[in-house]
């Protein structure tokens, strides 16, 4: 039976999620946001203030943010495919 503040068998503190495993995929969120928030500058940049930029200047922060970011966000499920 469980006792209040628990589930499984756990104590709410140590759900699946917190501490380490929790923070990575924290950082992968907050990649993932900076990598697409690179176009916001972009059209601000292009649109707002008619400056002559291109794709190409941006595309790479964009990726160096996104993929990491996607890896970090499926870390558990990364690690048990390769234990």
Known sequence: MNHPGQRGGRA???L???GRKG?????GAILVVLG???WV?????????????????FLLFHLAG?????V???WR???RLFR
Not at 23 to 27: D, K, L, S
Not at 66 to 70: D, E, H, K, L, R
């Open 66 to 70: 996104v993929i990491p970011g996607s």
């Open 16 to 18: 699946p999620g917190s």
């Open 72 to 74: 970090l966000r499926r």
């Open 23 to 27: 923070r990575i995929e924290t950082v």
């Open 36 to 38: 697409v928030l690179v």
């Open 77 to 79: 499920l990364i690690r």
């Open 41 to 57: 500058v972009y059209a601000i940049l292009r649109w707002g203030l008619d400056q002559d930029v291109t794709v190409r200047q």
């Open 12 to 14: 709410t503190g140590d």
